[in-house]
Structure formats: C-alpha cells, structure tokens
C-alpha cells in the first residue's frame, strides 16, 4: 500500500504530529444534545468476549477498557444524541461458539453492532455470520484475514495494525541489530501462521533467512519438548506465543539455555501479556527484545492524552491494575478497543444512524474514513485507515527488558508497514 492510496491529503508529518483538536475528547460533562435526548432508545453494541478459554486474560482486559470507553462515551453525549449500552457475550475464545455469539447479540440482544475479539481462530468462524446477518463486525485483532480479504464486507479492523504490517516493520531491527539466522516459535493456528507467513518474507527481504519453524499446538501446558528443536546455528529465537500458559513456556525457555549460551531473543509481547516482568524465573529476559503496540510501561515522552487513558482504564504506569499490582493488562493490545468504539462512534455519526436499516450505511461511512491522529481518542498513536481494505496502519515500538521494565529503544515510521493492497471491499456487494 503506499501513501497517495489512502487519499490523504495532509502530509505525514502533519499525522505524526498529532493532531489533537481533530476529533479530540475531553473526560467529564454531558452535552447538551445529550441531555435533551435521556428518553431515546440506546445505541447497543454487542461485545464478544473472551470471558473463558485460552484468551481470558485478554478477555477480562477488553471488558475493562470497553467499559471505561463507554463512560468516556456517554459521558460526551452518546452517539448522536443516544446513550450507548455494551452488552457483553462470552464466546470461550472458540469459534463455533463465536458464531453463535454474534448471531445471539444480533438477534435475541437486537443490538445494532458488534464487536469484538481478538483470537483470529474465532474471527474468522464468526465473520461469516456476522455477513449472512448484515451487521457490522468491528473485530480488535491483528490477524491479516481482514486485510487479506478473506471474509466479508461487513468486518473491519480499524484500530489495530495487522500482523503482516507489524512484523514488515520489525524485520530489519532484527536483521541489522540482533542476528540473520532466526528460528522462530509460534502457536499453530491463524494468528501464528501469519507471523510465520509474513515474518520470513519480511526476513528474505532483509537479506537473512528464517532456518526454522515450530508451531505449537495453542492449548499445550509445557513447552520443554519443543527448544531441542532449535538449531545451534540459530542467531535470533523469534517468539509469539498465547494464552493461559505464556508464563510456562517463557520459564521453560530460560530453564532450557540456562546460564550458558544463548541467540538473542526477539519476542512479540504476546508471550508476556498480562505476565510481570520481574516474575521469578524470568530474569533470563534482561535484555532481550519485544514488540509492543502500546508500551506497557509509561515512557518518558508519554503526552497527557496516554495519562488520561491510563486513569480511565485503571493501569499504573507500570502497566497493572491501579488495584492490584500484580494484574498485570494486556496493555499492547487493549487499546484497540477503546479506539475503535470512537471508530464507530464517527461513523454512526456521519451516517446519521437511527437504526438497523442505516447499517449499511455505517460501513460506507467507515470505508471513507483515511485517519485517526494521536490524541485521547486513539492513545497507542496515529493511524491511517484504508478502507478499500478494512485495515488500520500505525506505529509500532521495539522494547529492551532493562532492568526488569521495558523500555522502547526504537518506533517504526508509519511507511514501515505498508504493503500492496490484496483487496477492495467496496467493490463487493453487501
């Protein structure tokens, strides 16, 4: 994809600035439309959840962020003068159930959209359904099946980067600081697939090679069997892995080398969410490396915009819960949530929606949409939306375990990630 595609007319350096008075919210007070409109039926937004299985820590967390969202929401007047209900449906992170959440919330809930979910193993069984009924599907993932065009003109993914995106930008901080032979260690599924997919593309295209695969099944409770399958040659261990055991497999990892010997480690903090850092076993990590979205720990040059975030979802500025030191968030994902009900807010606003016969109407509205800059609206950064492909692109932060924290050494530039379009949804039919 390159620039002058997403018809954008500002310059890049005017939506890396962050242009906080567009579309910028302020926390508190309710506007006068709003209060003019305490009698209208709400605007209900069906949430599917990762209440239970493999992707419950992820679950608890988008429950949390989409709640405080919605307080920000009505907060500021609703949508359209409405106020907002979430209703939110657990889908036990499978996606034959998936399917059955989404067409519940539509047709039992009656709710005028839904979103959700993360898994991309769920996605893709649900979107079909959300296309037979005709309702927006705002999926907070990052697989590449939206972008791909493998499901449907009914589903977008706008306030998250895509797996194929992100990996396309970390791949020559990999090659050109931490090594060129990389074995890389993922789950067997579809989120794990794209990243072996497009990470040793992006690896040959740096010059280096990717001398190895090992997929792991995402249910497996130890790991241990898996790292003699490393070969000696290796210079970088690229790893992703998710769910309930992310702490074994990460333990395991630091048994398995010991104090000997090691390649450097390249992790996507998948295989860290919702687990502290100064966990005891872990302390291999110091100095290894990991992609975040969004940075779990403050930084430095964090904006006010990040702080307000912060408050209202309730984590510290070291990335745990404000009650709790030891809850740790899903911090590099959550945010997808926030961003994208205010996604969904401008597109019913600009579609005047007033029920489910202006659906339609919201995808179109969306489909037009080309940016999102950096403000309390969308705290991880800056975005630009294509909507030919239903995918969000932004920036992107590699992190050094220093000290036991994680510090960003290093943000892509928006252009990292782009990549040639693989579909046009807005020629398809609804």
């Not at 789950?187 to 740096?206: C, E, L, M």
């Amino acid at each position: 994809m390159k620039r002058d595609d997403l018809k954008v007319t500002p310059t890049r350096r005017d939506v890396l600035k962050g242009l906080g008075a567009t579309g910028a919210i302020a926390l508190g007070g309710l506007s006068a439309r709003y209060a003019q409109a305490q009698s209208a039926e709400p605007i209900r937004i069906g949430f599917q959840l990762h209440r239970t299985g493999i992707g419950a820590s992820y679950g608890r967390w988008y429950e949390r962020t989409a709640t405080a969202a919605l307080k920000v929401l009505n907060d500021q007047g609703g949508i359209n003068g409405r106020p907002v209900e979430i209703l939110f449906e657990d889908d036990g992170t499978d996606p034959r159930r998936g399917a059955e959440v989404v067409e519940k919330l539509v047709m039992q809930a009656r709710c005028d959209v839904v979103m959700g979910t993360l898994f991309s193993h769920v996605v893709m069984g649900s979107a079909p359904r959300a296309g037979e009924l005709r309702v927006p599907y705002l999926v907070c993932s990052e697989g590449h099946h939206v972008a791909s065009g493998a499901l449907n003109r009914w589903v977008l993914q706008p306030g998250i980067t895509d797996v194929k995106s992100q990996v396309q930008s970390m791949a020559p901080f990999v090659t050109q600081n931490l090594g060129r032979k990389v074995t890389m260690v993922f789950p067997d599924y579809a989120f794990g697939h794209d990243h072996r997919d497009f990470f040793t593309a992006a690896v040959a295209a740096q010059g280096g090679e990717v001398i190895k695969h090992i997929a792991i099944p995402p249910t497996e409770t130890s790991f241990t069997r898996y790292f003699p399958q490393i070969p000696r040659e290796t210079e970088v261990l690229y790893h992703v892995m998710v769910g309930p055991s992310v702490l074994t497999f990460v333990k395991e990892l630091g048994e398995f080398y010991g104090s000997g010997a090691r390649p450097q480690l390249f992790g996507f903090i998948d295989s860290l969410e919702a687990v502290a850092i100064d966990s005891p076993g872990l302390e291999f990590l110091e100095g290894s490396h990991f992609w975040e979205g969004h940075p779990r720990y403050r930084q430095d040059d964090a904006g006010e915009h990040e702080d307000l975030y912060r408050a209202a979802v309730g984590v510290d500025a070291n990335g745990a819960s404000v009650t709790d030191p030891r809850d740790v968030s899903t911090y590099s994902h959550m945010f997808s949530v926030w961003e994208t009900l205010f996604i969904l807010k401008r597109a019913m606003e600009a579609a005047e929606y007033r029920g489910p016969a202006d659906r339609q109407a919201v995808v179109e509205a969306m489909e037009a949409m080309t940016e999102f800059p950096e403000g309390l609206e969308h705290p991880q950064g800056p975005k630009l939306f294509n909507g030919r492909t239903h995918q969000a692109f932004g920036l992107q932060s590699i992190s050094q375990v220093r000290n036991g924290r994680l510090v960003r050494v290093h943000r892509t530039a928006m252009e990292d990630g782009f990549y040639p379009d693989e579909v046009d949804y807005t020629t398809m039919s609804f």
